[in-house]
Protein backbone atom coordinates (compact mmCIF):
# COMPACT_ATOMS: atom_id res chain seq x y z
CA UNK A 1 0.00 0.00 0.00
CA UNK A 2 1.16 3.63 -0.87
CA UNK A 3 0.32 7.17 -0.53
CA UNK A 4 -1.48 8.95 1.41
CA UNK A 5 -2.42 5.38 3.70
CA UNK A 6 0.87 3.41 4.27
CA UNK A 7 4.12 2.82 3.30
CA UNK A 8 6.03 0.41 0.82
CA UNK A 9 6.92 -3.00 1.76
CA UNK A 10 10.32 -2.84 2.22
CA UNK A 11 10.44 0.42 3.78
CA UNK A 12 10.66 2.03 6.78
CA UNK A 13 10.10 5.30 8.85
CA UNK A 14 12.30 7.45 7.80
CA UNK A 15 11.45 10.79 8.82
CA UNK A 16 8.56 12.99 10.64
CA UNK A 17 7.19 15.78 8.81
CA UNK A 18 5.12 18.69 10.89
CA UNK A 19 3.92 20.99 8.82
CA UNK A 20 1.61 24.31 10.07
CA UNK A 21 0.01 26.82 7.67
CA UNK A 22 -0.77 30.23 9.29
CA UNK A 23 -3.64 32.23 8.20
CA UNK A 24 -2.52 35.72 7.31
CA UNK A 25 -4.93 38.71 8.23
CA UNK A 26 -7.45 40.04 5.97
CA UNK A 27 -7.51 37.13 3.58
CA UNK A 28 -9.89 34.04 4.81
CA UNK A 29 -7.77 30.65 5.19
CA UNK A 30 -8.24 27.74 2.22
CA UNK A 31 -8.60 25.20 4.79
CA UNK A 32 -11.95 26.51 6.06
CA UNK A 33 -14.18 25.52 3.20
CA UNK A 34 -11.80 23.10 1.81
CA UNK A 35 -9.81 21.30 4.12
CA UNK A 36 -9.06 17.68 2.21
CA UNK A 37 -7.93 20.15 -0.60
CA UNK A 38 -5.48 21.80 1.73
CA UNK A 39 -4.27 18.19 3.11
CA UNK A 40 -3.52 16.94 -0.18
CA UNK A 41 -1.44 20.00 -0.99
CA UNK A 42 0.71 19.63 1.83
CA UNK A 43 0.79 16.01 0.61
CA UNK A 44 1.42 16.64 -2.83
CA UNK A 45 4.66 18.50 -1.78
CA UNK A 46 5.86 16.95 0.58
CA UNK A 47 6.25 13.49 -1.17
CA UNK A 48 7.61 15.36 -4.67
CA UNK A 49 10.19 16.16 -2.24
CA UNK A 50 10.51 12.86 -0.21
CA UNK A 51 10.70 10.81 -3.76
CA UNK A 52 13.52 13.52 -5.04
CA UNK A 53 15.96 13.36 -1.83
CA UNK A 54 15.00 9.74 -0.57
CA UNK A 55 13.21 7.83 -3.13
CA UNK A 56 10.61 7.04 -0.58
CA UNK A 57 6.67 7.70 0.34
CA UNK A 58 4.94 9.77 2.57
CA UNK A 59 1.76 8.60 4.80
CA UNK A 60 -0.62 11.72 6.35
CA UNK A 61 -1.10 10.59 9.81
CA UNK A 62 -3.14 13.16 11.12
CA UNK A 63 -4.56 16.74 9.98
CA UNK A 64 -5.88 19.66 12.15
CA UNK A 65 -7.91 22.46 10.69
CA UNK A 66 -8.52 25.72 13.19
CA UNK A 67 -9.40 29.27 12.22
CA UNK A 68 -6.19 30.25 12.40
CA UNK A 69 -3.71 27.55 11.38
CA UNK A 70 -3.28 24.40 9.29
CA UNK A 71 -1.72 21.52 11.07
CA UNK A 72 -0.86 18.43 9.47
CA UNK A 73 1.80 15.61 10.41
CA UNK A 74 2.93 13.11 8.25
CA UNK A 75 5.67 9.95 7.84
CA UNK A 76 8.24 9.40 5.43
CA UNK A 77 9.43 6.24 4.14
CA UNK A 78 12.47 5.16 2.73
CA UNK A 79 15.30 2.58 2.63
CA UNK A 80 17.37 2.30 5.09
CA UNK A 81 20.95 2.98 3.51
CA UNK A 82 24.12 4.89 3.88
CA UNK A 83 23.25 7.52 1.43
CA UNK A 84 19.45 8.41 2.83
CA UNK A 85 21.34 8.37 6.10
CA UNK A 86 23.83 11.12 4.69
CA UNK A 87 21.05 12.99 2.82
CA UNK A 88 19.64 13.20 6.11
CA UNK A 89 22.45 14.06 7.91
CA UNK A 90 23.41 16.73 5.17
CA UNK A 91 20.60 17.77 3.61
CA UNK A 92 17.77 18.11 6.01
CA UNK A 93 18.11 22.08 6.50
CA UNK A 94 17.75 21.97 2.77
CA UNK A 95 15.02 19.92 2.89
CA UNK A 96 13.03 21.83 5.50
CA UNK A 97 13.57 25.44 3.68
CA UNK A 98 12.55 23.93 0.38
CA UNK A 99 9.21 22.59 1.77
CA UNK A 100 9.00 26.11 3.71
CA UNK A 101 8.89 27.99 0.21
CA UNK A 102 6.87 25.38 -1.77
CA UNK A 103 4.13 25.61 0.88
CA UNK A 104 4.16 29.18 0.93
CA UNK A 105 3.78 29.45 -2.99
CA UNK A 106 1.25 26.97 -3.01
CA UNK A 107 -0.79 28.44 -0.53
CA UNK A 108 -0.34 32.17 -1.75
CA UNK A 109 1.77 33.15 1.76
CA UNK A 110 3.48 36.40 1.61
CA UNK A 111 4.03 37.65 4.88
CA UNK A 112 3.68 34.49 6.98
CA UNK A 113 6.02 31.57 6.00
CA UNK A 114 4.81 28.31 7.42
CA UNK A 115 5.79 26.51 10.52
CA UNK A 116 7.98 23.37 9.32
CA UNK A 117 9.82 20.71 11.48
CA UNK A 118 11.49 17.36 10.01
CA UNK A 119 12.73 14.88 12.46
CA UNK A 120 14.66 11.57 11.49
CA UNK A 121 14.05 8.42 12.93
CA UNK A 122 16.38 6.83 15.32
CA UNK A 123 15.51 3.51 13.94
CA UNK A 124 16.59 4.52 10.98
CA UNK A 125 19.86 5.25 11.98
CA UNK A 126 20.20 1.79 13.63
CA UNK A 127 18.79 -0.03 10.66
CA UNK A 128 21.24 1.50 8.15
CA UNK A 129 24.16 -0.06 10.23
CA UNK A 130 27.09 2.12 12.04
CA UNK A 131 30.22 0.82 10.12
CA UNK A 132 27.90 3.19 6.76
CA UNK A 133 28.22 6.25 8.52
CA UNK A 134 31.67 5.84 9.80
CA UNK A 135 32.38 5.59 6.18
CA UNK A 136 30.59 8.55 5.38
CA UNK A 137 31.07 10.69 8.06
CA UNK A 138 33.33 9.28 10.60
CA UNK A 139 32.86 12.88 12.76
CA UNK A 140 28.84 12.15 13.21
CA UNK A 141 27.82 10.20 16.14
CA UNK A 142 25.39 7.38 14.74
CA UNK A 143 23.14 7.27 18.10
CA UNK A 144 21.73 11.01 17.75
CA UNK A 145 19.02 11.42 14.63
CA UNK A 146 18.87 15.21 13.13
CA UNK A 147 16.21 17.55 14.57
CA UNK A 148 15.76 20.80 11.92
CA UNK A 149 13.07 23.32 12.27
CA UNK A 150 12.35 26.61 10.40
CA UNK A 151 10.03 29.04 12.34
CA UNK A 152 7.74 31.22 10.16
CA UNK A 153 9.01 34.46 9.57
CA UNK A 154 7.77 37.51 8.31
CA UNK A 155 8.73 39.56 5.46
CA UNK A 156 9.41 42.62 7.54
CA UNK A 157 11.85 40.54 10.57
CA UNK A 158 15.32 40.04 9.12
CA UNK A 159 16.49 36.80 8.91
CA UNK A 160 17.29 35.01 12.46
CA UNK A 161 19.89 31.74 13.00
CA UNK A 162 18.26 28.96 13.32
CA UNK A 163 20.90 26.33 14.50
CA UNK A 164 20.14 25.64 18.25
CA UNK A 165 22.84 26.63 20.96
CA UNK A 166 24.29 24.82 23.70
CA UNK A 167 24.23 26.39 27.09
CA UNK A 168 26.88 26.78 28.95
CA UNK A 169 27.99 25.50 32.72
CA UNK A 170 27.14 29.31 33.83
CA UNK A 171 23.77 29.41 32.95
CA UNK A 172 23.42 25.69 34.15
CA UNK A 173 24.13 26.89 37.28
CA UNK A 174 22.15 29.79 37.43
CA UNK A 175 19.07 28.23 36.47
CA UNK A 176 20.30 25.25 39.13
CA UNK A 177 20.20 28.29 41.56
CA UNK A 178 16.74 29.51 40.01
CA UNK A 179 15.07 26.22 40.29
CA UNK A 180 16.53 25.72 44.17
CA UNK A 181 15.23 29.00 45.17
CA UNK A 182 11.53 28.36 43.63
CA UNK A 183 11.76 25.23 45.53
CA UNK A 184 12.42 27.39 48.97
CA UNK A 185 9.86 29.89 48.55
CA UNK A 186 7.43 26.91 46.85
CA UNK A 187 7.61 24.69 50.95
CA UNK A 188 7.40 28.25 52.68
CA UNK A 189 4.70 28.98 50.88
CA UNK A 190 3.34 25.60 51.57
CA UNK A 191 4.04 25.36 55.16
CA UNK A 192 1.97 28.62 55.88
CA UNK A 193 -0.86 26.97 53.78
CA UNK A 194 -0.63 24.28 55.75
CA UNK A 195 -1.14 26.29 59.31
CA UNK A 196 -3.81 28.07 57.78
CA UNK A 197 -5.52 24.80 56.46
CA UNK A 198 -4.84 23.66 60.48
CA UNK A 199 -6.80 27.06 61.73
CA UNK A 200 -9.42 26.88 59.16
CA UNK A 201 -10.15 23.03 60.55
CA UNK A 202 -10.37 24.61 64.06
CA UNK A 203 -12.28 26.90 63.50
CA UNK A 204 -14.84 24.65 61.09
CA UNK A 205 -15.45 22.72 64.07
CA UNK A 206 -16.13 25.36 66.14
CA UNK A 207 -18.56 26.22 63.20
CA UNK A 208 -20.28 22.71 63.64
CA UNK A 209 -21.45 23.08 67.07
CA UNK A 210 -22.49 26.50 66.50
CA UNK A 211 -24.99 24.76 63.47
CA UNK A 212 -25.89 22.36 65.93
CA UNK A 213 -26.93 24.68 68.72
CA UNK A 214 -28.85 26.56 66.29
CA UNK A 215 -30.63 24.04 64.68
CA UNK A 216 -32.06 22.82 68.05
CA UNK A 217 -33.37 26.47 68.63
CA UNK A 218 -34.38 26.72 65.57
CA UNK A 219 -37.03 23.56 65.67
CA UNK A 220 -37.90 24.74 69.45
CA UNK A 221 -39.31 28.16 67.49
CA UNK A 222 -40.73 26.17 64.93
CA UNK A 223 -42.83 24.00 67.75
CA UNK A 224 -44.16 27.38 69.24
CA UNK A 225 -44.76 28.85 66.45
CA UNK A 226 -46.94 25.66 65.65
CA UNK A 227 -48.53 25.22 69.53
CA UNK A 228 -49.94 29.07 68.92
CA UNK A 229 -51.20 28.57 65.71
CA UNK A 230 -53.29 25.90 67.31
CA UNK A 231 -54.04 28.05 70.35
CA UNK A 232 -55.61 31.02 68.05
CA UNK A 233 -57.02 28.77 65.44
CA UNK A 234 -59.24 27.35 68.74
CA UNK A 235 -59.68 30.97 69.94
CA UNK A 236 -61.27 32.26 66.73
CA UNK A 237 -63.94 28.90 66.40
CA UNK A 238 -64.67 29.64 70.12
CA UNK A 239 -65.44 33.29 69.79
CA UNK A 240 -67.08 32.72 66.22
CA UNK A 241 -69.86 30.19 67.96
CA UNK A 242 -70.14 32.73 70.75
CA UNK A 243 -71.07 35.31 68.01
CA UNK A 244 -73.96 32.76 66.13
CA UNK A 245 -75.24 32.00 69.68
CA UNK A 246 -76.04 35.85 69.95
CA UNK A 247 -77.21 36.34 66.81
CA UNK A 248 -80.01 33.61 67.34
CA UNK A 249 -80.99 35.19 70.72
CA UNK A 250 -81.55 39.08 69.37
CA UNK A 251 -84.67 39.62 67.85
CA UNK A 252 -84.54 42.04 64.88
CA UNK A 253 -88.54 43.02 65.35
CA UNK A 254 -87.97 44.89 68.65
CA UNK A 255 -87.59 49.22 68.31
CA UNK A 256 -83.65 50.28 69.16
CA UNK A 257 -83.49 52.15 71.93
CA UNK A 258 -83.95 55.92 72.66
CA UNK A 259 -80.74 58.18 72.71
CA UNK A 260 -79.92 59.82 75.88
CA UNK A 261 -81.43 63.43 75.78
CA UNK A 262 -78.90 66.16 74.35
CA UNK A 263 -76.96 68.04 77.25
CA UNK A 264 -77.99 71.72 78.53
CA UNK A 265 -76.21 74.24 77.09
CA UNK A 266 -73.58 75.61 79.61
CA UNK A 267 -75.54 78.94 81.73
CA UNK A 268 -73.88 82.15 80.28
CA UNK A 269 -71.85 83.98 83.15
CA UNK A 270 -72.88 87.92 84.05
CA UNK A 271 -70.30 90.78 82.62
CA UNK A 272 -68.64 92.06 85.78
CA UNK A 273 -67.78 95.14 84.08
CA UNK A 274 -71.54 95.62 82.74
CA UNK A 275 -72.59 98.85 84.20
CA UNK A 276 -75.95 98.45 86.26
CA UNK A 277 -79.35 100.04 84.68
CA UNK A 278 -81.05 103.08 86.35
Not at 141 to 152: K, L
Request: include cysteine; proline fraction near 10%.
Amino acid sequence: MTGRTGASEGLIRALEIEVRVLAEEGRPPAWTSHPDEASLWIYEIAQRIAKDALEGTVQVERHFAEPHSFLQVMSVFASPTARHVAVIQDELPKLTEGLQHDLAVKFGIERTQPYVRLEADTQFHLRAGESALAVVHPQVEPQGHPVYVVQPQSSEEPDVDQKPRRATPGVALIWMGALLGAAVIGSLFLFGRVNELQSEAAAAGDLRVQNTRLTMELALAKNARTFEQAQCTASIAQHREMISDLAQKCSPKQPPPKPPPAPMPYPESPDPFALPNR
